[in-house]
Every structure is written in structure tokens, then in C-alpha cells.
């Protein structure tokens, strides 16, 4: 069957092409496994709740009319502004517009909140937005404040930060003040968000939807920790098999869509209860998921594709247990986490706890905070064929994850690129142009499952190592020479975001520098080690082994002493140009003799091996072995393939054009 949805219909209608309902809500109460719904063009103001999801044979289809523009908003326009004094206005705003969610919810009433947020203890913000002409102000917190605003030093976008925007919410009515910098509201396009999602289930095991082409806009989303109900503006809230593509996705208060956790193995329980450690709820919440119904057969599996997502204040796509199992390819992902009035430790383009077996590919990250955050079990996850730049912190963070993950084909473009608190990973054919840093975490025990499965077979700290470089390509860095608080925070520098520097990494220049005090391949290893003393040993305390071999290191960056082969040059090997208003890079290799001298083998699963703890090898997630045998524009690779991302063939010039959905080479 398929329902047709229009602006002109009435939901009186039988939901034909020629009688169609007006709202998709309409559509959505009824449909059935094997119907699609056809969303023609025209803005729809609506929370879509699906009533029922669909079977692996017979998806539920929710799909914008093609050619034509479908926007959903959870967002309403307000009128009735009154001056208030200077460029301040007030509208007086009745509660009842929010009570389609429940009669008790306010979106400027409900604070931001939840375990790993950082606030500061004076200051309170709210999931409700203020949107002058489309675009997110700012929230003040007085009265004063908004009538006289000062610049959000932090924003990135300072200039329009003294747009700003204070509420008093009460029993019946909610008080909004904006400043709109000498504009008239009545003559532009003012609007709040009065809805939590606007594309969300309210219940879990809406199964097998396809959610296609829309443009999905202004959400008054809660912060989504790792320990709570995961919300995002959109999401399957705890089901299998979505498949969400095609879509313009932004303006979420924090997450634009969410993968991840529901509500019944933990909801803000450290922060509520004040009692116990973050990192011991979070273990908690995972082994109640995995007495649950958490398992590949029930959860996850999802397909996110082909989307752009931008101006999200803490993920462009969040996912904790339910992003396991997904593939997220082909998205652009950028300015998430702009104006940065708060921070927390759960603020990246992508970021995913348990991504066990997921892909993430052929994204273009760019201008976030930080760019693909992997924390927890990263376990046969996939990271290949992305682009970072712009981005903040760093490119790609795993955090206490024992493997084993790969990450192959990448341009790591921003001033930082990989940060590992974590250990099993293995990084091939990689361009790096930014620093890298490493350490262990012997504090943390945190599980490792079986292998291509969510049963937990043990958990363990990070003592560091059993990481593999090969083929990788490092550029050196021009601010190597810098004290390390000069440079960045990962050593105890200056606070970033809010956030201070928490642990103090190995960390010296651009390349594997920092891994030269990690046991080699060729050094006795921990467990051949005797005991430290009576009792019990301390070998586990001990780093792991680290393998490096066949990287290049062009313009000063660093190899790891105890490689064995590497190519080192002190020409810049490539230049890097950014076309930030068409989001493009351009790479250009003057000279590619200089890379034919790198000794280099095709990589595959027989090389990389087996991880030490989860005693899994490097494949794909269906078991079938990895053959790194195609560069990044998916050209051949020779027997002896060049380091980095790209094969080059003869001596001539080469550049490569890439951007969003393109890529060119010649």
C-alpha cells in the first residue's frame, strides 16, 4: 500500500495520490509492514511517531515525493513580540504548544542535563532554541544579559553569538526575551522548538524503517550520554534494520541522530544518585543491556547514508549498544558542537560506544569539535575512505577499546589527528598530517566480547600497545619544535572547550614517535616476563607489543625508533589546499618518484594477525579476511603499493579533487 501526504489534504482522506492525508503523523498510525509513505512538498510542523515498524522482507518506507522539497520541523513560529527596551523583545508564549508530547513537558523548563556534561555550576541552558531566520541564537542566563549581550568567547561563530535569547517558564506560559541586534521580529522568521524529536518512536522494536530524502530540522533534544536514553532528532530509539539516507539533518539542541541507548539499563544514574564511579555504571549498563535483548538478532544493523549533517551542539550521530552492528557511509558532517556555550565528554561529528562490526566510510568530517570519537569497544570496526579537516580536538579518539579495529585509508587533515587511549588497533595506508599521541589507562576495566558477537567475554585495562602502522604516510609538522603547551592540551596544556587536559599522552611530533618506549615485535613479551615479585604478577601491567613497518615520513615527521624500514624525506612529499566554501580538498604530488623507494607489502588479514585480548583477527565483520588492495579512489594496488592513502603510477605530477560525493583524480 502506498499513503500520499500533502499540505493541500485533509487526514479525514483515505491518504491517496489524488485525496491525500495532510500530516505524515496520519500516515505514520497506520502503516504496515510493505507500505511506503510519500511525503509531497510543502513544510510539515510534526513530531512523526511510527506506530509500527516493518520486517527485514517488508520495510516501512517513509520517503520524500522525488524532486520535490519536504521539510519537517519541530520547530513552531512565534508572533505577538513586543520591545522591551533597547533591541530587546518579549513574546508571552501559552504552554499548551507543547503539550503534545506530555502535559508536563516544557522545553524551556527542562535543562540540559546528564552524566559527562560540563557546565559550569552558575549557569543553566535548556533544550528549547530560539531560531532568527533559520539560524540558533544564543542562550543568556538573566535578563540583564540578554539586553546587553557580550560575545561567547568559545563560539566560532562570535559575531552573531550577541544574538541572544533568556526564558521564565511558567505553570501556564513561558516568557521568551530575544535580542535580535536592531532586526524587527514581526518582519523576520522567528521560531522555537517546541517538540523533543521529529522523527522518533516513542516505543522500542519499530523495526526495518526506511526514512528517505526529507530535510529534518530543529529538535529541542536532551544531552545523550552513554548512560541514558539516547535521543536525537532523529532515531530509531532502540530497534533493527533502519536505513536513514538522503537527508538534510540540523539544528538538533544535541544530537542529530541517535543509534543508541534506551532508557531501561540506566538513565543518568550517576549523576542522579551520586553514588558509585561514571565508568562503573557505564560497565553496568552494559552487562544489564547484554541480559537483555542487546544481540545482533534484536538490535542494531543499521544503514546511515548519504546524508549532510550540521549545527548540532554535541553529535551530528550518537550511538551507544545500538550502533553496533551499522554501516555510516557516504555523510557529510560538519559544524556540530558551534557554539560551544557548554561542553561534555560525548561532543564529536560521530561518536559511538560498542561499535562492534560497524563501518564507517567515505564520510567527509570537517569543523567539529572533534571528528569520529570510538569509545568503549571498538571491536571489528571499520575506518576507511574518510576526510577530516577543521577539526578542534582531533580527527579520530579511541578510548579504551581493546580491538581490534582498523582504520585504513583516511586523510587526517586538522592540526591533531589520532588519539589513542586504547590499545589493538591497526592504521594502514593513512595520510597523516597532524600529531598523534598515545598512553594507557590502568584505571579503567572495560569488557571485550567474542568475536562478531555482543556476549561479553571478559573485560580488562588498557596497559597500551598491540597497535599496527603500516603503509601509513605522516607529513611533518611545522610547529614540532614547540614546547607541548604550546601546542596543544593532550600534555597538560591549556583547557580546551571547557574541558581540561585529563591525562598527559606520549606525544612528540607528527609520525609513531611516540610509540619508541612500547616493547617491538622482537622484545620478549609481558606474559614471557617472570613475576614482579610475590603474589600475584604484575605483567599485565606491562605495554604491549607495537608493530610499525613500511611507513613513509616526509618534511620532518618522526618514525618510531624501531622501525625497521622506514622511508624518511624531508621534502614536503604532497601539498594540501582546502576550499572551504565548496567543501573540497586538493591533493597534489609534484613528484612521485620520491614515494617509489618505501619497501611495502599488500595488507590483509594473514599480516595484521590476531589482537591480544579479544584474541579475534583483523576481518570483516562477516568473517571474510581483509585485502587492502585498492587505494583510496579504488585503483589497484601494486604488489609493492605506495604508503599512504593513494597508488601512484610513473613520474608525472598528480592531483586528486575530493568533495562531498565526488571524487576525481588526474
Not at 508536563?104 to 552558575?122: H, Q, S, T
Not at 539516547?230 to 532502540?238: D, E, F, K, M, R
Request: hydrophobic share 35%; charged share 20%.
Amino acid at each position: 500500500m502506498e499513503y500520499h501526504v500533502s499540505p493541500a489534504g485533509c487526514d479525514q482522506n483515505p491518504g491517496t495520490q489524488i485525496t491525500p492525508f495532510k500530516t505524515i503523523s496520519r500516515a505514520a498510525a497506520i502503516a504496515l509492514p510493505g507500505d511506503t509513505i510519500t511525503v509531497h512538498e510543502g513544510l510539515y510542523r510534526e513530531w512523526v511517531d511510527p506506530a509500527n515498524g516493518g520486517t527485514e522482507s517488508e520495510r516501512i518506507t517513509y520517503q520524500a515525493a522525488p524532486g520535490e522539497r519536504v521539510i519537517i520541523s519541530g520547530a513552531e513560529p512565534v508572533t505577538g513580540w513586543e520591545q522591551a527596551g533597547g533591541n530587546l523583545w518579549k513574546t508571552v508564549i501559552n504552554n499548551v504548544i507543547f503539550a503534545a508530547y506530555n502535559p508536563y513537558y516544557n522545553p524551556y523548563r527542562e535543562k540540559i542535563f546528564g552524566d559527562w556534561l560540563f557546565v559550569r555550576p552558575e549557569k543553566t541552558f535548556h533544550t528549547g532554541e530560539v531560531y532568527f531566520n533559520g539560524k540558533s541564537m544564543y542562550e543568556a542566563q538573566s535578563l540583564e544579559e540578554a539586553k546587553n549581550p557580550a560575545p561567547v568567547e568559545e563560539s566560532r561563530d562570535k559575531e552573531f553569538s550577541v544574538y541572544q535569547w533568556y526564558c521564565e517558564a511558567g505553570e501556564n506560559e513561558t516568557v521568551i526575551w530575544a535580542n535580535f541586534q536592531g532586526a524587527d521580529p514581526r518582519k523576520n522568521n522567528v521560531e522555537i522548538n517546541v517538540r523533543p524529536f521529529v522523527f522518533w518512536p516513542s516505543k522500542n522494536l519499530r523495526n526495518y524503517i526506511t526514512v528517505r530524502g526529507f530535510t529534518l530540522k530543529q529538535a529541542a533534544t536532551q544531552w545523550a550520554p552513554p548512560t541514558a536514553l539516547q535521543t536525537g532528532l532523529i532515531g530509531p530509539h532502540w530497534a533493527k534494520g533502519w536505513i536513514i539516507e538522503d537527508n538534510i539533518i540540523s539544528d538538533s539542541k544535541c544530537s542529530g541522530i541517535s543509534l543508541g541507548k534506551e532508557i531501561s539499563t540506566g538513565e543518568n544514574e550517576w549523576s542522579l544518585l551520586k553514588f558509585k564511579q561514571g565508568t562503573q555504571r557505564e560497565r553496568e549498563v552494559i552487562f544489564r543491556a547484554a541480559r537483555g535483548n542487546w544481540n545482533k538478532e534484536t538490535i542494531g544493523g543499521h544503514i546511515v547514508r548519504n546524508n549532510i549533517i550540521f549545527d548540532c551542539e554535541q553529535t551530528g550521530i550518537v550511538g551507544h549498544l545500538g550502533g553496533a552492528f551499522c554501516c555510516i557511509e557516504n555523510n557529510h558532517i560538519y559544524r556540530i558542537h558551534e557554539k560551544r556555550q557548554w561542553a561534555g565528554a560525548e561532543i564529536a561529528g560521530i561518536k559511538l560506544h560498542a561499535a562492534i562490526d560497524t563501518t564507517i566510510r567515505n564520510n567527509f568530517i570537517h569543523d567539529t569539535f572533534r571528528g569520529i570519537w570510538l569509545d568503549w569497544q571498538a571491536q571489528g570496526t571499520h575506518v576507511t575512505g574518510n576526510v577530516f579537516w577543521g577539526n578542534t580536538s582531533e580527527d579520530f579518539f579511541v578510548e579504551v577499546s581493546h580491538g581490534p579495529y582498523l582504520a585504513d585509508h583516511n586523510l587526517f587533515l586538522s592540526e591533531f589527528n589520532y588519539k589513542e587511549l586504547s590499545q589493538g588497533g591497526a592504521l594502514v595506508h593513512n595520510l597523516f598530517t597532524g600529531k598523534l599521541a598515545t598512553r594507557s589507562e590502568m584505571g579503567r576495566f572495560t569488557p571485550y566480547h567474542f568475536p562478531h558477537e555482543t556476549e561479553i567475554a571478559g573485560v580488562m585495562t588498557i596497559s597500551g600497545g598491540d597497535v599496527r602502522f603500516y603503509n601509513n604516510l605522516f607529513i611533518g609538522d611545522k610547529d614540532a619544535d614547540k614546547p607541548p603547551e604550546q601546542r596543544n592540551f593532550w600534555n597538560g596544556g591549556p583547557v580546551m572547550d571547557g574541558v581540561p587536559a585529563m591525562f598527559t599522552y606520549l606525544q612528540k611530533a607528527v609520525g609513531t614517535g611516540g610509540y619508541d618506549d612500547f616493547p617491538s615485535e622482537k622484545d620478549p613479551k609481558p606474559w614471557e616476563l617472570p613475576p614482579a615479585g610475590p603474589g600475584p604478577g604484575k605483567t599485565d601491567e606491562l605495554k604491549l607489543p607495537v608493530f610499525i613497518k613500511h611507513n613513509a615520513y616526509f618534511k620532518g615527521a618522526k618514525p618510531c625508533v624501531k622501525e625497521p624500514d622506514p622511508l624518511v624525506s624531508k621534502e614536503p612529499g604532497l601539498e594540501i589546499s582546502i576550499d572551504e566554501k565548496n567543501f573540497t580538498v586538493k591533493v597534489t604530488i609534484e613528484d612521485p618518484a620520491l614515494f617509489a623507494s618505501s619497501s611495502t607489502e599488500i595488507i590483509n588479514t594473514a599480516v595484521l594477525g590476531t589482537n591480544f585480548h579479544a584474541e579475534m583477527k583483523y576481518e570483516e565483520a562477516d568473517g571474510r579476511p581483509y585485502v587492502l588492495d585498492r587505494d583510496f579512489l579504488g585503483h589497484s594496488r601494486s604488489k609493492t603499493p605506495v604508503a599512504g592513502p593513494f597508488e601512484l603510477y610513473g613520474d608525472s605530477p598528480v592531483s586528486f579533487e575530493l568533495s562531498y560525493h565526488k571524487k576525481t583524480g588526474g
